[in-house]
């Protein structure tokens, strides 16, 4: 029944460690994100797929690695994890690459590195 | 980056209070949604406007987009603690990622 859904729900790793993130959509949406919600919980934009082809890459360091296998998948994967990649991360679609339709969201990861 | 800037960043008030939210940038959007964010889940929708001096409004929610497409507003007519939240503008261009901005803390007591 959920429309984006993302797990785990909660991720407390030690420094150092690799880790995963996925998600998963079953509205039919083209397009996909990754954000990354600090602690005063701006939103910022890390990734986008459209269609299994990754259209946006910001400024992020090469520890993260999106992959989607298919349209209806993006996944997160961090290596070699910091302190500072402490955080909530939300995976969201839309119907195309425009957002005006607007996004659907996850309910978030929050990662915690110790 | 097209910077959208949230005032107040906090809002403490009583049930039955009216409110306003605002939402600024100098840079010009196709569409501006306003998203409703509770804890410990993600950012909800809650309306698209996309015509420069559109209001929309969706219950005691009342959305209007400026002329020049910079900027936005979100009031509330008596408020209820169920408006509680985090409350998220965002400005949408043509093939980018939606631009949030930093949102506004809404706390309503009974």
């Known amino acids: 029944d959920t429309a984006v859904s993302q797990t785990p729900k909660y991720l407390v790793t030690q420094m150092g460690n690799d880790k995963s993130i996925k998600c998963e959509q079953n509205?039919?949406?083209?397009?996909m994100y990754w954000y990354k919600q600090d602690s005063k919980k701006f939103l910022k934009i890390m990734f986008s797929?459209?269609?299994?082809?990754?259209?946006i890459n910001e400024t992020v360091p090469n520890r993260f690695s999106p992959k989607s296998p298919d349209k209806a998948h993006l996944n997160l994967h961090i290596n070699s994890l910091e302190l500072g990649d402490s955080a909530v991360y939300f995976c969201?679609?839309?119907?195309?690459?425009?957002?005006?339709?607007?996004?659907?969201f996850g309910s978030g990861t929050r990662l915690t590195v110790v | 980056t097209q910077l959208l800037e949230q005032s107040p960043q906090f809002l403490s008030i009583q049930e039955g209070e009216n409110l306003t939210v605002y939402c600024n940038s100098s840079?010009?959007?196709?569409?501006l949604q306003w998203y409703r964010q509770e804890p410990g889940e993600g950012p909800v929708l809650l309306v698209t406007?996309?015509?420069?001096?559109e209001v929309k409004k969706l219950k005691r929610l009342t959305f209007q987009f400026g002329d020049a497409r910079k900027d936005s507003s979100l009031h509330i007519t008596a408020a209820q603690p169920g408006d509680t939240g985090l409350y998220l503008c965002?400005?949408?261009?043509?093939?980018?990622?939606?631009?949030f901005g930093k949102g506004t803390s809404l706390l309503v007591t009974p």
């Open positions: 969201a679609s839309s119907p195309t690459t425009r957002g005006n339709y607007g996004y659907t």
């Open positions: 509205l039919g949406h083209d397009t």
């Open positions: 797929y459209n269609n299994k082809e990754l259209i």
């Open positions: 840079s010009v959007f196709s569409s």
């Open positions: 406007v996309v015509t420069g001096g």
């Open positions: 965002a400005g949408e261009n043509s093939g980018y990622a939606l631009n």
